[in-house]
């Protein structure tokens, strides 16, 4: 079991931690000063394949590169003399106001990379009343996020077999979840090369190569998983549908075919399940079209930050034509985002609110919750700026009249 085996709160658990280490992780935090640079001190902390996991994208990169690059394709036109003094960043999200428009997307092995890592970010999340999403693939019972993050959602990862989404979607209800995500972008296991070149496995071989990229990482080795096996066990897959799975061993992870996934199935999961449904992995507008016919209430317009179909279109290229199809639902992004100048984009271009993936990993790898928080403030602070300079006090007033094309 991961930390469902105990009640101790995820801050104190982080501080005390800190203290031993003479330490509270903030001074690994005084050169970060914009997302970008969790990365490095993240390079340094974490075993070379998890951070090649955590890091890569798949096969030549072009996916996740391209989403980065995509921003540099709109250039803004502020407005001047406007009175911004009373600027905010409150967002409203299917019915619900949040206090940022960014959140935390569902990150696989989360509690991997950072010790108790879906605890910290569903925490936060709550703390700042923003979103966090848990991953299917995560290391921790979705009971236990989402008794810590009340503003948790859930991502499910679903084969086209009804005997395992029923039960899935019916253990989500319970749970006490109010929205699920479908992702439906992996179709099939990607081609990640990179984990193969790093030595990255689900689940990861106990290899001597793999010894030997631990013993070179004794801050993770002891801070985050002989730290995590001491006290809640071997972490486990847990909320994926089959038997529980050990995330080290020399088990072979069990076949799941998610290629007969089908609109059908979203339709039994649309019958069955009471709350918000969104999917997550669109990019093509007429699959929108489909998903608003089907009744779900937003799309997290991605291409899972390129690990999956290389080459797949950016999702910022793409949002605009989704907006149009999207009629009464939400759309959301990710993919890329690292500045506010980014989320404004973003906002600009039609979002509603957007998801930031690798750099929050980093951020609760190196310095736990400490580390979320700050990486929040960073943004949240340049986008509080840069209302100002763009002349808006509210998130709603950001519209394609602010945005100008880039030309080469
Ligand atoms: C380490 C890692 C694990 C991920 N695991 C999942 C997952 O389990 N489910 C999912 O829908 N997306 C997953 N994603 C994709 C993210 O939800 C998100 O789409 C992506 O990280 C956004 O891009 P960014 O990292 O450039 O912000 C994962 C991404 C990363 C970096």
């Known amino acids: 079991m991961t930390d469902i085996a105990t009640t101790r709160p995820i801050e104190a658990d982080h501080r005390a931690a800190g203290r031993r280490r003479g330490t509270s992780g903030l001074r690994r935090l005084r050169n970060v000063l914009c997302l ?5 001190p993240a390079r340094r902390f974490l075993p070379r394949p998890i951070f090649g996991y955590v890091s890569g994208g798949v096969e030549t990169n072009s996916a996740r590169d391209g989403n980065r690059a995509a921003f540099a394709e709109w250039q803004f036109l502020p407005r001047v003399l406007v009175n911004t003094r009373a600027r905010h960043q409150r967002t409203t999200v299917m019915g619900r106001t949040y206090d940022l428009p960014f959140g935390f997307p569902p990150m696989g092995s989360t509690s991997l990379a950072a010790y108790r890592g879906d605890s910290v970010l569903a925490e936060v999340a709550a703390e700042l009343n923003t979103i966090m999403i848990q991953s299917g693939a995560s290391l921790t019972p979705m009971e236990r996020v989402r008794a810590i993050g009340p503003t948790a959602w859930f991502q499910a990862y679903l084969p086209g077999e009804r005997e395992i989404i029923v039960p899935l979607v019916e253990r989500a209800q319970r749970a006490g979840f109010d929205t699920l995500v479908l992702t439906v972008d992996v179709q099939v296991i990607a081609n990640r090369e990179n984990n193969v070149r790093s030595g990255y496995g689900s689940p990861l071989r106990p290899t001597p190569r793999l010894v030997w990229d631990c013993a070179v990482r004794p801050r993770w080795s002891f801070g985050v998983f002989a730290r995590t096996v001491l006290r809640h066990g071997m972490p486990h897959l847990e909320n994926i549908g089959f038997p529980r799975m050990p995330v080290m061993g020399f088990s072979e992870r069990p076949g799941m075919a998610r290629d007969g996934l089908s609109w ?12 918000k449904l969104v999917l997550k992995g669109v990019l093509s507008p007429r699959d929108v079209r489909i998903a608003r016919e089907s009744g ?5 317009v991605s291409n899972h930050g390129g690990r999956q179909l290389d080459y797949a279109v950016s999702p910022l290229r793409m949002l605009p034509a989704a907006v149009a199809e999207a009629g009464d639902m939400t759309v959301m992004l990710d993919g890329g985002i690292r500045r506010g100048t980014d989320v404004l ?15 929050f990993l980093y951020a609760a790898a190196i310095a ?3 580390g979320v928080r700050h990486g929040a403030s960073l943004l949240k602070d340049e986008i509080s700026r840069d209302m100002a300079m763009l002349g808006i006090d509210s998130l709603d007033q950001m519209n394609r009249e602010l945005l100008v094309p880039a030309r080469p």
């Open 368 to 370: 736990g919750p400490a």
């Open 36 to 40: 970008d640079d969790f990365e490095a």
């Open 345 to 359: 984009k973003a906002l600009a271009l039609g979002a509603k609110f957007v998801f930031i993936g690798r750099p």
């Open 264 to 275: 059908e199935h979203l339709e039994l999961m649309r019958r069955m399940w009471k709350g």
């Open 296 to 300: 779900v209430d937003g799309i997290l």
